[in-house]
């Protein structure tokens, strides 16, 4: 079985920076013919897509609202993903969660396989 473990966010004040990783707690998979992305969710705001990135990372799709603010990057050798964002403002704050797909590149929550945990990022004013 694949298994995502989340690390890192956290709680910032506005216009701070946070990074978030994901890893396969199995070794022995591999995750590198897989795509990747961050969703967020709040109790007010239906899963949101935060960012994805395709199988040979040739390929990101970034949600309008972290343009310019929010870097994906992955290192298929250690089967990691991470999220570092900058710039934070309140309206950030929610759970984030990792997630791979089999498919190449997907913005779809509903073609991801494997999930994270999740993590709390909280960003005050």
């Known amino acids: 079985q694949v298994q995502l473990t989340q690390s890192g966010g956290g709680l910032v004040q506005a216009g701070g920076s946070l990074r978030t990783s994901c890893a396969a707690s199995?070794?022995?998979?591999?995750?590198?013919?897989?795509?990747w992305g961050w969703f967020r969710q709040t109790p007010q705001k239906e899963r949101e897509l935060v960012v994805a990135?395709?199988?040979?990372?040739?390929?990101?799709s970034y949600a309008d609202s972290v343009k310019g603010r929010f870097t994906i990057s992955r290192d298929n050798a250690k089967n990691t993903v991470d999220l570092q964002m900058t710039s934070l403002s309140p309206e950030d704050t929610a759970v984030y969660y990792c997630?791979?797909?089999?498919?190449?590149?997907?913005?779809?929550?509903?073609?991801?396989?494997?999930w994270g945990q999740g993590t709390q990022v909280t960003v005050s004013s």
């Open positions: 199995r070794r022995t998979f591999s995750l590198f013919n897989m795509g």
């Open positions: 997630a791979a797909t089999t498919l190449v590149n997907t913005l779809r929550s509903d073609d991801y396989t494997y």
């Open positions: 990135i395709s199988r040979n990372a040739d390929f990101t």
